[in-house]
């Protein structure tokens, strides 16, 4: 995903964090990085493997999911001329990023893709050492960054991320009127409407570039033959984690 400071400019300015997002090629984005075997989705793991996430056809009413990339492309161009910027006046920015593959080569991908809207991007990579540091001082106009959630439930992806107080939410994004929204999903009893609810703010988010998804990723779990009993999880590394029904067949 992407974090961007919105305080200073570039990002600090609507139009161009919309630009940014139209101009997200996310397919491509898959097919460099996993073959083509991760998912596209919001900041709620995507179904069928995630229980909250939209349907792909919901999705693709979001700014920067919809399938006709060109006109994406072209929205997002007509907001960078609007700035300021053009094929003579590019916008040069940084995209900070871990000098690990993990994070260097999406980064890479990205610069690549934002040349079609004028956005003139160089890679700064830093050592893991020096990356959180960075973050906390949010030293950095955009920055390419990975998100593991612990379990697939509402709660945890959004009072981490996105809560205005919460030291996991590295952007800063902070925006009372959705964090109300997060309680009012909380407390919903019945599933489908907590559902939709969780829908609404997310689309909220991802309307608001609070911290644009790329793409999610998916892991292969390998274990020995002998081990019996274990169940490999969709949806969460932590489900069934006691290992209580797993045992050994060997002397």
Known sequence: NIMLNREVPPFD???IRRALVLALDRQGFMNALTEGSGTIGGHLKP???GLWGMPAEVLATLPGFGPDLEKNREEARALMRKAGYGP???LAIKIFTRAVSLYRSPAAVLANQLQDIYIEAGLDVVETSHWFTRIGRRDYSLALETTGNAVDDPDQAFYE???????RNYSRYCNPEIERMFESQSTELDVDKRRQLAWDIDMKLLADA???PL???RAATCWQPYV???VPQINSSY??????DVWLDRR
Do not use: T
Not at 161 to 167: G, I, K, T, V, Y
Not at 239 to 244: A, L, P, T, V
């Open 239 to 244: 489900n069934g984690f006691r290992f209580e």
């Open 13 to 15: 300015n609507p139009d």
């Open 88 to 90: 003579d006046r590019p």
């Open 215 to 217: 793409v999610w990723n």
């Open 228 to 230: 019996k009993g274990y």
């Open 47 to 49: 179904p069928p493997d």
């Open 210 to 212: 609070a911290r644009p």
């Open 161 to 167: 991320h996105f809560a205005c107080r919460s030291e």
